[in-house]
T-cell receptor, first 108, second 116 residues
């Protein structure tokens, strides 16, 4: 079975940094993805990690430790438009399994 | 522009009725997927297809059926056997289901189904 855990909610101030953690226990592993989803909309791809380490993409960075079954998404210089749900997903057995998502609220 | 089109955006179903949700992609992707999303929950896999004329059950396939007669199309039928069908349904596709690809999924804009 697949078990992917992430916090339910986080709140941060505009311009600040927020780190969203994701831990996973899956029957296989072929990569970890982060998606952003605004309310009522489709998820959009943010990042992909398959090897240990940090991947940086502008204001967003993602980290993976396969031995610990752990990843985080780092959002820097938060903007109001970053208020959304962030989904951690693990690929194994030819399909993606998703965590429940972390709702991030950015306050002015 | 390539993408995935889901229709309709909103759908209302009476109890006991079957309804079909459409999903069409022009990305030339081999693999297609259907997920269900409920409030406060993650996406749960209903069915997926890696190639035309073949599909597999996901984690919550009971009460649903699919077909994959064309590469571009992967319709989902919500049958009367599905006891709690009210949810947000998302269709997705990927280049392939191969394990080494850094490509994730491309999602459609979703269909919100409500039982009335």
């Amino acid at each position: 079975g697949q078990n992917i855990d992430q916090p339910t909610e986080m709140t941060a101030t505009e311009g600040a940094i927020v780190q969203i953690n994701c831990t996973y226990q899956t029957s296989g592993f072929n990569g970890l993805f982060w998606y952003q989803q605004h309310a009522g909309e489709a998820p959009t791809f943010l990042s992909y990690n398959v090897l240990d380490g940090l991947e940086e993409k502008g204001r967003f960075s993602s980290f993976l430790s396969r031995s610990k079954g752990y990843s985080y998404l780092l959002l820097k210089e938060l903007q109001m438009k970053d208020s959304a749900s962030y989904l951690c997903a693990v690929r194994s057995d030819y399909k993606l399994s998703f965590g429940a998502g972390t709702t991030v609220t950015v306050r002015a | 522009d390539g993408g995935i089109t889901q229709s309709p955006k909103y759908l209302f179903r009476k109890e006991g009725q079957n309804v079909t949700l459409s999903c069409e992609q022009n990305l030339n992707h081999d693999a297609m997927y259907w997920y269900r999303q409920d409030p406060g929950q993650g996406l749960r896999l209903i069915y997926y297809s890696q190639i035309v004329n073949d599909f597999q059950k996901g984690d919550i396939a009971e009460g649903y059926s699919v077909s994959r007669e064309k590469k571009e199309s992967f319709p989902l039928t919500v049958t009367s056997a599905q006891k709690n069908p009210t949810a947000f349904y998302l269709c997705a596709s990927s280049i392939s289901s191969s394990t080494g690809s850094g490509y994730g999924y491309t999602f459609g804009s979703g269909t919100r189904l409500t039982v009335v």
